[in-house]
Structure formats: C-alpha cells, structure tokens
C-alpha cells in the first residue's frame, strides 16, 4: 500500500497556518510522542508550546495518541490546556471521527498531523481530512535502529 500525505515537512514548525486556512482546516490533531514531544519524555519543549498557542489562534487543536498510559497522559495534560484524546489506535479513525463530532467539525475541516505514515497519517487519509507527515521532533536523539525503521515505513510514501 501506498500512502501520500498531503504535506511531508521537516517538522511541525514549518507547517504553514495560511495554507491549512485556505483548505477550510478549522482543527488540527497532532500525534504525541516524537510529532510534539520527544518520545518517552513527557514534555513539551518551550519552543512547541509557544507553537501550539500560537496555532491554536486560527484553529482547534488536539493531540491524538496511540499511548495508553494514564500517568503518562496525566502527565502531558498539566503542561497545557489542549485536549488529549489517548489509546486512539491509530490507524482505526473512531477517536479521530469522535474528536471531529465534540469540535462540532466535518472531518474535511481537519488535518492530522503525525510522525508515522502507517498509523498517523493512514488514520487521518481514511477518516478524509488533510494529512501531514513531520520527521521526529527528536530526530538526532533518535538510535540508528530507530531511524533505519522511520527510513522502512517511509518507503510506503507516494511522493
């Protein structure tokens, strides 16, 4: 199968608020780990804070994440005001379509945003929003079997 995001940035810092207006996006749905936060952590870095408020002025956002861990969650939940919706299993879309239904959105008004094209991106292409596919936020902290594996997933990317 192949897959191809709509945007395929550096990062999530290059995302480009104008474009996404012009689309009709009203929220963006961000993955958690390695997309905003460096994996594991549980923590924003300021610079993706500062983004995140700065984004939310134009749009609705979220984080939607495969991670199941309530202390985790709970964790990433007292650094911001931005809805999480966890244990999404992503690539399934239910947590996507449930998190368009409470914003009061079509799934046309949204875009996910994601590190992984095999579930962040497949997700949001199957659930019929925008898509956009970042490298890691922490991506020269990553191991090489880690990026020898982001390198295998990304070559099921049409370009």
């Known amino acids: 199968m192949r897959i191809k995001p709509d945007f395929n940035l550096n990062s ?25 936060m460096q994996s594991k952590t549980g923590k924003f870095t300021e610079e993706t804070l500062e983004f995140l408020n700065r984004l939310s002025k134009n749009f609705k956002i979220a984080i939607v994440s495969n991670n199941c861990k309530k202390h985790y969650i709970n964790m990433v939940e007292e650094q911001c005001d931005i809805k999480i919706y966890s244990n999404a299993k992503k690539p399934d879309t239910k947590v996507l379509k449930l998190a ?60």
């Open 100 to 159: 368009c239904r409470e914003f009061n959105i079509d799934e046309k008004e949204a875009c996910m945003v994601g590190d992984r094209p095999l579930t962040d991106i497949l997700a949001g292409k199957k659930a019929n929003m925008t898509t956009i596919l970042v490298d890691s936020i922490s991506k020269d902290k990553e191991g090489p079997l880690t990026r020898f594996v982001r390198f295998l997933e990304r070559l099921t990317i049409r370009k």
């Open 12 to 36: 999530i810092y290059d995302i480009k608020e104008e474009e996404l207006l012009a689309r009709g996006i009203k929220c963006v749905f961000f993955d958690l780990d390695s997309t905003v």
